[in-house]
């Protein structure tokens, strides 16, 4: 192992959204050239919404909608109730969106 020129300082620390924008077939199985990458990633909300943790699922089916606004563009609703904090305000999750532990 001696000579590869392995250390620390090759080392790069990446917020969690930088990672998936620099690698997106970690996560969605397709690259960034990939035709397939905005129905990788599409399906995967999906399936996150209709889904979810069994630990966090709600005791009913979910409804989820999808709505193709165009060429890479999609938005997703559902009938999941937000996460609320003491004030009533919607509690933010993972990098400030909606989505965290809870949904």
């Known amino acids: 192992m001696e000579g590869n020129g392995y250390s620390a300082d090759g080392i790069e620390v990446l917020e969690f959204d930088e990672s998936v924008k620099r690698w997106p077939d970690m996560y969605f199985g397709a ?13 995967s909300v999906l399936a996150y919404a209709l889904h979810p943790a069994t630990r966090v699922a709600a005791p009913h ?3 989820a909608t999808a709505e193709i606004t165009g060429d890479l563009a999609f938005v997703v609703t559902d009938d999941q109730a937000d996460a609320l ?12 969106s909606l989505l965290g532990p809870v949904r």
Do not use: I
């Open 31 to 43: 690259g960034r050239g990939s035709p397939d990458l905005a129905t990788r990633v599409l399906s």
């Open 85 to 96: 904090d003491e004030s009533g305000s919607v509690r933010l999750g993972y990098n400030g």
């Open 61 to 63: 089916t979910p409804q």
